[in-house]
C-alpha cells in the first residue's frame, strides 16, 4: 500500500498556557496523536500548529497532504478565513478530514457541515461510555461493544450538524446525555470523520482504543478515485453521438454568458 500522508493539526493553546493540560500533554496534543501513529508504518506524518505562518497549513502542505487531523478550541477565529477556506477547497478534491472533540467549531468542520455544529456541553469529569453502533464499519475495527472513558467532557444532543452519511459511534455520559460521538460525512471527493471524545483535562488521547479509532479514521478517510469534477464544456462537435444544435444558444463556446 502506498504510504498515507498524515498532517496533524493542533492549535496549541491550552497545553502551554495550563500547567495541567502541559502536564498530560508535553509535547502538545498533537505530538502526543503523532506518537501514537508512529506505530503504523503506512503513515507518513507531519505536525502543523496555529502559531506557524499560515497555520502550517500551506498550499503545498495541503497539497502533499491525504489526511488532515484538527484538534482546535480557544483560538478557533485565530484560523485565518483564507487558510479555513484551502483546507475546505482540497476535503472537497479528495483530502480527507478528521476533526477532534471541539473542532466541531472549527472554521474548516462549519465550512464543510454548512450548520451551527452546536451541541450542550458539561464539564464534570464524568463516565463516557462510547458505543460501537455500527460494528461493520472500518473505523469501528478493533474496537469491541464500546471504549469507556472514566473522566470526560460531556457533549450531549441536539448535535447542530447535517444528518451524517453514516453514524459508527453514540456515547452516553454518566449525566444522562446522549450524542453522536463518531460520525462520517463526504463533501465532494472527500471523506470527514468527526469524532468527539478528547478534551484537552483528560489523558484520552493517550488511550489505545481511542489511538486504534483515529488510525482506522485516517485509513477510510485517505483520498480515493479522481479528484472532483470540473466545470468542463463539451461542443456539440464533440458530443459522444451525432446530435444537431437546435435553439438559442446563451453561452460562447467557452461557456461564459453573452
Ligand atoms: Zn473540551
Not at 189 to 216: D, K, M
Amino acid at each position: 500500500m502506498d504510504p498515507i500522508r498524515v498532517t496533524i493539526w493542533n492549535e496549541f493553546v491550552h497545553e502551554r498556557n495550563h500547567a495541567e493540560v502541559g502536564r498530560i500533554y508535553p509535547e502538545g496534543i498533537h505530538g502526543a496523536i503523532a506518537s501514537a501513529l508512529r506505530a503504523f508504518p503506512e503513515f507518513r506524518l507531519r505536525t502543523a500548529t496555529l502559531r506557524e505562518p499560515e497555520h502550517g497549513l500551506t498550499k503545498d502542505v495541503l497539497e502533499e497532504t491525504d489526511v488532515l487531523t484538527w484538534w482546535g478550541h480557544a483560538a478557533h477565529e485565530e484560523v485565518e478565513d483564507a487558510v479555513a477556506a484551502r483546507v475546505q477547497h482540497r476535503v472537497i478534491e479528495g483530502m480527507g478530514l478528521v476533526v477532534l472533540h471541539s473542532g466541531h467549531l472549527s472554521k474548516p468542520f462549519r465550512r464543510l457541515m454548512g450548520t451551527s455544529c452546536h451541541l450542550c456541553w458539561r464539564e464534570a469529569g464524568e463516565r463516557e461510555r462510547v458505543w460501537v453502533i455500527n460494528p461493520g464499519h472500518p473505523i469501528a475495527r478493533g474496537i469491541d461493544r464500546f471504549i469507556e472513558l472514566e473522566n470526560s467532557e460531556c457533549y450531549g444532543e441536539p448535535f447542530g450538524v447535517p444528518a451524517p452519511d453514516e453514524q459508527v459511534f453514540i456515547s452516553w455520559f454518566e449525566g444522562g446525555e446522549v450524542f453522536r460521538s463518531g460520525n462520517c460525512w463526504v463533501r465532494g471527493s472527500g471523506r470527514i470523520f468527526y469524532f468527539s471524545p478528547g478534551h484537552e483535562t483528560y489523558p484520552i488521547y493517550h488511550n489505545p482504543l481511542i489511538q486504534r479509532v483515529i488510525a482506522n479514521a485516517i485509513h477510510w478517510a485517505r483520498p480515493r478515485g479522481s479528484r472532483a469534477d470540473v466545470p468542463r464544456h463539451v461542443p456539440v462537435e464533440q458530443a459522444r453521438e451525432k446530435i444537431l444544435s437546435r435553439g438559442p444558444q446563451l453561452h460562447t463556446t467557452e461557456g461564459a454568458l453573452q
